[in-house]
């Protein structure tokens, strides 16, 4: 269940969360494929996520619902 998509500030690359899956996918935007899926036991429902402007972080954060 993707809930939301960030995209790195070079345009390659986009990070879905997923919430049900307490994942976040990293996709390709030039072959809209997924090369990684980041998982960690400390995920729950992961909702937003925000891409540092120099691209090398990540940051996701939960519902709290």
Do not use: H, K
Request: charged share 10%; no cysteine.
């Amino acid at each position: 269940n993707p809930i939301y998509a960030a995209v790195s500030s070079d345009g390659t690359r986009v990070y879905v969360t997923n919430g049900v899956s307490n994942s976040v996918s990293v996709i390709n935007t030039s072959t809209n494929a997924v090369v990684a899926t980041i998982t960690d036991p400390s995920f729950s429902n992961p909702y937003a996520a925000s891409v540092s402007p120099d691209g090398t972080s990540v940051y996701s954060w939960e519902s709290s619902r």
